[in-house]
């Protein structure tokens, strides 16, 4: 039911906040009296006044009986009451004046005296002086009593204000933008961030070393060349044994789950007795053709609006995205947080920016192109509640939903499916480390902020997390989620893509081994193993992937560097290493796109062999950025093929009973 019209709310400006503080009922000597325990609650005081239908408000209990939301949330969600008229009833509840943070700015030496970052994480902000009192706007006024000790201890007598969350934000960013901009940079600690790679002097040393190699091949060719060619060989039999035993592993756990489909146990899993709020940062950069398709598709999302939280994270020079976001129309729990300049234009600086203005217990991250499942967020929710705090990670499955747009998107569909639907999964079960993908990532807040978030430099800062986690003591595991991106078809884009990645691999394999033991005693023996193969062997089998391919020369019986120096044993066991990494190659791929939909691509296995060498030339363009722009994000643009029709027009599943209790608002 829509409220009825009132007249909008009027907020005190701070030149009257003393003269509306006194007319307010039983106000007293310190102005604002915080009553610990209203006798009248917030939803029969709406009812009271004519501004909410009682019929609303029992559906709004019943809600909140089972999501771990406020009344207020739940009732703004829903459309069944206006903001004014809820600050309104608020205000007579709690004797609280209502703040106007738009018209008197707040005083920044009162915010510091907090820390913006605690504003943001306790929702309230110290407004100005009125006499010997501090008067702090806060969104949360049931949680200022048990707030005031320490509010007072830091800056003195404080009286309540009420205020709304946006108002709070405009507020705090008008005066702290650069506090939390910098904050956001330097969030993760330097010995776990590369911020420092960016000095010339880290580039001339690195210049060196590869011009010193360069110089030592042209002098001693066969010798370089060998040693090379060793490196390259033994990197590719660690990486070709750590696909395989992630195959077995994988293809023995679904033969298990098959056979519990025949007797399956009783359902032990406990129950969830209240849903938590869910955060999901959604970062946006030239987003002129996704923005509103994207909308569209986290409307499908079946979990309890009330309950989700869609930050729309937008860069201030931005002014494509935006323009389109001021022309959309959001719901109520999808907003904009908008991350001011700094020294560097990341991703993972603007998800730091954002964290503070999270409100979930539970932060998620999608891109810009992603459609998740409906029912993603309850799975994410219930693996969760079922698993200890150690996990604090999960990571979800990414797919392509135009696999069939042209031969690159293919490729990079198998490539996927092999990556989440096998190596991963394998991964969790040798107890290895995973590194992250880009999306579709969830957290235990808590945590995350225990880890420091994300480096603001790195640019596969999902990578580099996800060996932090590790380093932590917590643990991540793989969600049975899917979430369908765009594949990037074109050749040059998809180079640029690819170096990225590569680039920030080796600066996140830089950054860890920067000390060896700590790094072992951190890991341990079998996960730094792990680690070496996946970073380093994968680098390694990129850069030097046509030392490998030189060897067709020598079965040619053209001339090679190592003519006549490999006996005849050593030759036929190297044809045997290649066939067999190639055997492993194909076995992973024709496994992973078996399942329904995918298995005409099975045709195609057979030319990835020409797929490989554009990620040998993404590497080298990746080994110039390390020199050249470390820090350099070459964007990838999204946007060009939209979702097949059938996906479009899917209907959003039925809440699921076990957690929901009442059918969430639209």
């Not at 504003?119 to 902000?125: E, I, N």
């Amino acid at each position: 039911m829509t409220a009825p019209t009132r007249q909008p709310l009027k907020p005190v400006p701070a030149q009257s906040f003393l003269r509306r503080a006194r007319t307010l009922p039983d106000s007293g000597p310190q102005l604002v009296r915080v009553n610990p325990a209203p006798h009248v609650l917030i939803g029969q005081r709406l009812v009271d006044r004519g501004a909410l239908d009682p019929g609303d408000l029992v559906k709004a209990l019943a809600m909140q009986a089972r999501q771990d939301a406020r009344l207020g949330d739940i009732l703004l969600c829903n459309r069944m009451v206006s903001e004014s008229e809820l600050m309104e009833a608020l205000s007579e509840q709690w004797s609280a004046a209502i703040a106007d943070l738009d018209a008197t700015a707040p005083d920044a030496r009162l915010i510091d005296a907090l820390g913006a970052a605690q504003c943001l994480r306790d929702r309230l902000l110290p407004w100005r002086r009125s006499g010997s009192a501090v008067v702090v706007a806060t969104t949360h006024p049931e949680r200022f009593a048990a707030m005031r000790p320490d509010l007072e201890a830091r800056l003195g007598p404080v009286v309540m204000a009420l205020t709304t969350e946006a108002a709070l934000h405009r507020a705090l960013m008008q005066v702290r933008n650069p506090t939390l901009a910098m904050r956001a940079e330097h969030r993760v600690p330097s010995f776990y961030s590369c911020r420092g790679w960016g000095t010339p002097a880290a580039a001339r040393l690195m210049l060196a070393g590869v011009l010193a190699v360069t110089a030592a091949a042209l002098v001693f060719p066969a010798t370089i060349f060998s040693v090379l060619a060793s490196w390259a060989v033994f990197t590719l039999v660690a990486t070709a044994s750590l696909k395989g035993a992630a195959l077995v592993t994988t293809a023995r756990h679904l033969r298990g789950m098959r056979r519990a489909l025949f007797s399956p146990a009783p359902d032990t899993r406990p129950a969830i007795a209240r849903l938590p709020t869910v955060s999901v940062m959604v970062p946006l950069f030239h987003e002129e053709d996704i923005a509103g398709r994207l909308i569209q598709r986290l409307t499908r999302l079946a979990y309890p609006k009330e309950l989700m939280d869609i930050l729309l994270v937008v860069e201030e020079s931005d002014e494509v995205t935006t323009e389109v976001l001021s022309r959309t129309s959001l719901p109520v729990w999808m907003r904009v947080v908008t991350v001011p300049c700094g020294g560097v234009q990341t991703k993972p600086r603007a998800l730091n920016y954002a964290l503070d203005f999270c409100r979930g217990q539970i932060v998620g991250v999608w891109d810009a192109e992603d459609a998740p499942e409906p029912d993603q967020l309850h799975k994410v929710v219930r693996h969760f509640h079922e698993r200890g705090p150690e996990v604090a990670c999960l990571q979800g499955v990414l797919d392509y939903y135009n696999h069939s747009t042209n031969w690159l998107s293919r490729m990079f569909t198998i490539e996927y499916a092999s990556w989440f639907g096998v190596v991963l999964p394998g991964l969790q079960r040798l107890n290895l480390a995973l590194p992250l993908g880009g999306t579709t990532l969830y957290f235990r807040r808590e945590a995350l902020e225990k880890m420091g978030g994300w480096d603001a430099h790195n640019v596969t800062e999902d990578a580099d997390l996800g060996m932090r986690v590790v380093r932590h003591g917590y643990r991540t595991e793989m969600v049975e989620t899917v979430t369908q991106e765009e594949a990037n078809c074109r050749v040059v884009p998809w180079i640029k893509q690819r170096s990225r990645w590569l680039k920030g691999y080796a600066i996140t394999w830089a950054v860890h081994m920067r000390s060896p033991r700590r790094l072992w005693r951190d890991l341990g023996p079998w996960k730094f193993l792990g680690f070496q193969i996946l970073f380093l062997g994968t680098l390694t089998q990129f850069i030097l992937a046509p030392v490998l391919w030189s060897f067709w020369l020598l079965t040619l019986g053209l001339p090679h560097p190592l003519t006549g120096l490999i006996p005849v044993p050593l030759y036929w066991g190297l044809m045997a290493i290649f066939a067999i990494s190639e055997l492993v190659n194909l076995s992973v791929s024709a496994f992973a796109v078996r399942k329904p939909g995918r298995r005409f691509l099975m045709l195609w296995l057979p030319t990835q062999h020409f797929y490989y060498p554009l990620a040998a030339a993404a590497s080298y363009k990746a080994v110039y950025e390390i020199l050249a722009r470390p820090f350099y994000w070459d964007k990838t643009q999204h946007g060009l093929h939209d979702e097949p029709e059938e996906l479009e027009t899917e209907e959003a599943p039925a809440p699921l009973q076990e957690d929901l209790a009442v059918t969430p608002c639209e």
